[in-house]
T-cell receptor, first 114, second 112 residues
């Protein structure tokens, strides 16, 4: 059974640009969550999608957005990139997002802003 | 405010030795607590998950304990190996919430 796949693994952008990251969940998983991980803040929740609907959102500016497709694949978009957006972006999937279900993480996309 | 605090921030031990990592939380109402292992450059991998009624859970050389009264958990690693070098993250979920609370992790280095 394939795990969670995130593409691309590495990305370099400059300030002001926008970026789109992709996440393919484990087959059968309908909940996809996105996290930002930095050395100073640890893992921080961005948003969670279930059945193509954003169900929960963390405390991030509107420059961060996402969507989920009918096959449960998800994308997140960051517009007007800032230096502070440099981070590891992790995607995690679970069956339905219930708190008692384990989340399976991808290996992330390392985003560097120059 | 839901919080998870982990200690120590970093730890260096010799191969073959045991170690214990700590996690204190203030998440309420409590649903479950998970320990994850994150290798450098990889995503976190679940080690254990414990609910309110469980106070010990093992996964090979990893044993997690939970004291729901004091809101503390520990992860004990027995006979450490070089491959145990990683960041260990404590994650606590509240009942009815889809958003878990993450600790900042303990960085463990195992030296030969």
């Amino acid at each position: 059974k394939a795990g969670v796949t995130q593409t691309p693994r590495y990305l370099i952008k400059t300030r002001g640009q926008q970026v789109t990251l992709s996440c393919s969940p484990i087959s059968g998983h309908r909940s996809v969550s996105w996290y930002q991980q930095t050395p100073g803040q640890g893992l921080q929740f961005l948003f969670e999608y279930f059945s193509e609907t954003q169900r929960n959102k963390g405390n991030f500016p509107g420059r961060f957005s996402g969507r989920q497709f009918s096959n449960s694949r998800s994308e997140m978009n960051v517009s007007t990139l800032e230096l502070g957006d440099s981070a590891l972006y992790l995607c995690a999937s679970s069956l339905s997002g219930e708190s008692n279900q384990p989340q399976h993480f991808g290996d992330g996309t390392r985003l560097s802003i120059l | 405010k839901n919080q998870v605090e982990q200690s120590p921030q970093s730890l260096i031990i010799l191969e073959g030795k045991n170690c214990t990592l700590q996690c204190n939380y203030t998440v309420s109402p409590f649903s479950n607590l998970r320990w994850y292992k994150q290798d450098t450059g990889r995503g976190p991998v679940s080690l254990t998950i414990m609910t309110f009624s469980e106070n010990t859970k093992s996964n090979g050389r990893y044993t997690a304990t939970l004291d729901a009264d004091t809101k503390q958990s520990s992860l004990h690693i027995t006979a450490s190996q070089l491959s145990d070098s990683a960041s260990y993250i404590c994650v606590v979920s509240a009942r009815g919430s889809y958003i878990p609370t993450f600790g900042r992790g303990t960085s463990l280095i195992v030296h030969p």
